[in-house]
C-alpha cells in the first residue's frame, strides 16, 4: 500500500506557473506508474498527466506544451509542473499511483491509490 500527499497548490494569474508535488510513502514507488488527475467543480475528474516506471511520459491534449510531469524514485515523489496557467485549470488536482499496468494509463478505473487533492485557481 501506498500513501500519496499532493502539495505545491495556490492562486495564480493567468500565464503564470505552479510545481505540484506528490510524495508517496512507502519503498516500492518506482514500481508504480503515476499519474495526475484533476476536478472542476460540478465536473468529471479527468486525466492530465501520467508517467510510467521508467520515466515515459503521456498528457492530456489540453495541457500538453505547458505542463511536465517528472519523477524522482529516490525521493518517492512525482512533480507536475504547470505553465502558461488558464482559468480552465482551475481545479483540485489528485495524484494517483497504478501497480498493475504495464504502461501509464489515462483511465482513472486503473489507479488503484489517490493522494487527497491539492487546489490550483487561475485569476483572469
Known amino acids: 500500500q501506498v500513501q500519496l500527499v499532493e502539495s505545491g497548490g495556490g492562486l495564480v494569474q493567468a500565464g503564470g506557473s505552479l510545481r505540484l508535488s506528490c510524495a508517496a510513502s512507502g519503498r516500492t514507488f518506482s514500481s508504480y506508474n503515476m499519474g495526475w488527475f484533476r476536478q472542476a467543480p460540478g465536473k468529471e475528474r479527468e486525466f492530465v498527466a501520467a508517467t510510467s516506471r521508467s520515466g515515459s511520459t503521456y498528457y492530456a491534449d489540453s495541457v500538453k506544451d505547458r505542463f511536465t510531469i517528472s519523477r524522482d524514485n529516490a525521493k518517492n515523489t512525482v512533480y507536475l509542473q504547470m505553465n502558461s496557467l488558464k482559468p480552465e485549470d482551475t481545479a483540485i488536482y489528485h495524484c494517483?499511483?497504478?501497480?498493475?499496468?504495464?504502461?501509464?494509463?489515462?483511465?482513472?478505473?486503473?489507479?488503484?491509490?489517490w493522494g487527497q487533492g491539492t487546489q490550483v485557481t487561475v485569476s483572469s
Open positions: 494517483a499511483a497504478d501497480r498493475r499496468s504495464s504502461w501509464y494509463s489515462s483511465r482513472k478505473e486503473n489507479y488503484d491509490y
